[in-house]
Nanobody, 126 residues
Framework: QVQLLESGGGLVQAGGSLRLSCAAS????????MGWFRQAPGKEREFVSA????????YYADSVRGRFTISRDNAKNTVYLQMNSLKPEDTAVYYC???????????????????WGQGTQVTVSS
């Protein structure tokens, strides 16, 4: 069973940056595609970004493309989400998730992910 622990959230002003980390334990991260999702109060959880096991494929939601960058370090069992030019509408709890897939494919669908972290709060003030 893979355990995921997010960190790096916090309060930042609009236009600022944060880097989220997701550390995995109990499994080998290179066996998983990884995704970041977020959920704002009163809204459904939504896809943010995903990366396949080898970093060959990345995928972004339209709302964050060009501002966020996903990356991974399999040797450290860690996935990152660099968030730049943050906007108040980026405020949400951010979750990382693992999809047991060793392919080029990445998914934006929550149902395809097998393991989830507890989330880290990101708040962007205007």
């Amino acid at each position: 069973q893979v355990q995921l622990l997010e960190s790096g959230g916090g309060l930042v002003q609009a236009g600022g940056s944060l880097r989220l980390s997701c550390a995995a334990s109990g499994g080998t991260l290179s066996n998983y595609a990884m995704g970041w999702f977020r959920q704002a109060p009163g809204k459904e959880r939504e896809f943010v970004s995903a990366i396949n096991w080898s970093s060959a494929t990345t995928y972004y939601a339209d709302s964050v493309r060009g501002r966020f960058t996903i990356s991974r370090d399999n040797a450290k069992n860690t996935v990152y989400l660099q968030m730049n030019s943050l906007k108040p509408e980026d405020t949400a709890v951010y979750y990382c998730a693992a999809d047991h897939a060793v392919t080029w494919h990445v998914s934006s669908r929550t149902l395809e992910y097998d393991y989830w972290g507890q989330g880290t709060q990101v708040t962007v003030s205007s």
